[in-house]
């Protein structure tokens, strides 16, 4: 199956925007690091949501996005094992 030049170009497009934003991460704490992610996952899942229960997957991605990042910031612990 080829996909055209469009698609291709629109796909690697996308995946370098999830991807690139990851170095950014070096210089942050745990905790920012934790709420960064937080907020990610919380703003997917949201949005996914949103979307199967026919409401507004911005509202949820919104929704979600602060509860995740709330959520990472809050468990980071200075308790527990490190490596």
Same mark, same amino acid.
């Given at each position: ?53 026919? %409401? ?23 308790? %527990?094992?490190?490596?």
């Amino acid at each position: 199956m080829q996909f055209p030049a469009t698609k291709l170009l629109s796909r690697l497009a996308i995946a370098s925007a999830l991807i690139i934003p990851l170095a950014a991460c070096e210089g942050m704490s745990r905790g920012q690091q934790r709420a960064l992610s937080g907020g990610a996952i919380g703003a997917a899942g949201g949005a996914a949501v949103g979307a199967l229960t026919g %409401g507004s997957a911005v509202t949820g991605a919104l929704i979600g996005g602060a509860g995740g990042a709330a959520v990472g910031a809050l468990t980071t612990g200075s308790g %527990g094992r490190r490596r």
